[in-house]
């Protein structure tokens, strides 16, 4: 496999093509398919969408969720064995479409499928922790718990709100959109030596930290042209120091950005950008909402979520 994670520092590679719903449905470890056999498999509709494509003999979508969890686990208790620190980027297949819980979650989060996904993802993470921990490093291993964009409309979200749940809290929008809903994700970190259990901060931050973060942690100097756009986050976790972001980007699906600093924020946009409505091409039929572009909108009707450390 060219341009691969084992082309760019990784040691070791184990996973899929792209999100589970985009073929090729392949395992790969390290730079080879794991399959036999090559099929090929239709398309679905639904919560369990996929698109169809060439699929593995040994690749079952139901399977892919606990499979790769299974081999997280079996990553971090060999690794634990040596004296050596290591490094696990872990990203979790959902809870993004298909949506496929398996059978022990169906029904159990009182919700939709979705929620079951989401309640089946947490128990996967769970497994993660209690390797980490059976493997006698949990004080100094760090965990960071996160996500890319708000909840996506195919949870269905009339669904979810039947059932009394709100997936983007208080906050407008979706995944795709320029509106907080669409940008809002839970950060999580849990690090015994280092963070104090149940601390929380309302800085507002971005993913792109994470390159300075682990820089900072192993005192790595960026050069000047390296994550010019990212900021270590090392001050607000061991609450020592000052954190450098003073504003924060924004960019939609459909290519409209907002920048944001402290509790305003600033949208280019005369929708939501993304799939919500009003769609772009809705609103700007709309004269009233031109001036959504051109004026600065407080954003916080209450105090920010984000991050909560733990």
């Keep these: 496999m060219a341009a691969g994670p084992k082309s760019v520092g990784f040691d070791y590679f184990y996973g899929i093509t792209a999100s589970l719903d985009i073929p090729p449905y392949f395992y790969i470890e390290n730079?080879?398919?794991?399959?036999?056999?090559i099929d090929s498999i239709p398309g679905t509709t639904?919560?369990?969408?996929?698109?169809?494509?060439?699929?593995?003999?040994?690749?079952?979508?139901?399977?892919?969720?606990?499979?790769?969890?299974?081999?997280?686990?079996?990553y971090i208790k060999a690794h634990a064995k040596t004296s050596k620190p290591f490094f696990l980027y872990f990203p979790l297949p959902s809870p993004h479409t298909p949506i496929l819980p398996t059978k022990e979650y169906l029904g159990?989060?009182?919700?939709?499928?979705?929620?079951?996904f989401v309640l089946m993802t947490d128990d996967m993470v769970g497994r993660i922790i209690k390797a980490v921990k059976d493997a006698g490093i949990e004080s100094n291993t760090m965990i960071v718990f996160t996500s890319d964009n708000g909840v996506s409309p195919n949870a269905d979200l009339k669904e979810l709100e039947a059932a009394g749940h709100q997936s983007s809290y208080i906050f407008k929008g979706t995944k795709a959109d320029i509106y907080e809903g669409g940008h809002r994700v839970p950060f999580i970190v849990k690090w015994p030596a280092k963070v104090k259990s149940g601390t929380k901060s309302s800085e507002t931050i971005c993913l792109t930290d994470f390159m300075a973060?682990?820089?900072?942690?192993?005192?790595?100097?960026?050069?000047?042209?390296?994550?010019?756009?990212?900021?270590?986050?090392?001050?607000?976790?061991?609450?020592?120091?000052?954190?450098q972001r003073t504003s924060t980007?924004?960019?939609?699906?459909?290519?409209?950005?907002?920048?944001?600093?402290?509790?305003?924020?600033?949208a280019f946009a005369y929708g939501s950008g993304g799939w919500s409505a009003p769609v772009e091409k809705e609103a700007k039929n709309k004269t009233h909402l031109v001036f959504n572009c051109l004026i600065w909108k407080k954003t916080f009707q209450r105090k920010p979520i984000l991050p909560l450390i733990m």
Aim: no cysteine.
């Design 31 to 37: 730079d080879k398919i794991t399959a036999a056999k």
């Design 108 to 116: 159990k989060s009182g919700t939709n499928e979705y929620g079951d």
């Design 46 to 74: 639904g919560k369990g969408f996929w698109r169809e494509g060439p699929i593995g003999n040994d690749f079952k979508h139901e399977e892919v969720l606990p499979h790769l969890t299974q081999k997280a686990v079996a």
């Design 213 to 243: 973060t682990a820089a900072d942690i192993v005192n790595q100097q960026l050069k000047h042209n390296e994550g010019e756009d990212s900021y270590s986050l090392l001050p607000l976790l061991i609450r020592k120091g000052r954190y």
């Design 249 to 266: 980007i924004h960019h939609s699906i459909n290519g409209n950005f907002a920048i944001r600093k402290g509790k305003w924020k600033l």
